[in-house]
Nanobody, 125 residues
Framework: QVQLVESGGGLVQAGDSLRLSCAASGRSLSVLNMGWFRQAPGKERDFVAALRWTGASTYYADSVEARFTISRDNAKNTVYLQMNSLKPEDTAVYYC??????????????????WGQGTQVTVSS
């Protein structure tokens, strides 16, 4: 069993940066595909970014491409989401997720086996 705990959310102004962390226990992240998703109020949960288990490939939603970066620290067993140039539309609860195997798409929530509890990010204009 894998446990994921997100942290780093908060209230920031448009244009600011935040770094979210996802600390894992129960298994090494170096063998898991990792993803970040977000859910804005009244909306469905959407894909944000993903990192292939090898660490060699990253994937991003068009809305965050060039602003967000997903990375991993194997020594700390932690995945990060660096968010720059934040916009009010980035306001959401951000979830970290882990997948043993990607069968359909890194953007498909159904491919992920483990989820964190989420961390709130609020961007004011």
């Amino acid at each position: 069993q894998v446990q994921l705990v997100e942290s780093g959310g908060g209230l920031v102004q448009a244009g600011d940066s935040l770094r979210l962390s996802c600390a894992a226990s129960g298994r090494s992240l170096s063998v898991l595909n990792m993803g970040w998703f977000r859910q804005a109020p009244g909306k469905e949960r959407d894909f944000v970014a993903a990192l292939r288990w090898t660490g060699a490939s990253t994937y991003y939603a068009d809305s965050v491409e060039a602003r967000f970066t997903i990375s991993r620290d194997n020594a700390k067993n932690t995945v990060y989401l660096q968010m720059n140039s934040l916009k009010p539309e980035d306001t959401a609860v951000y979830y970290c997720a882990a997948a043993n195997l990607i069968r359909r798409s890194y953007a498909d929530q159904l491919d992920y086996d483990y989820w964190g509890q989420g961390t709130q990010v609020t961007v004011s204009s």
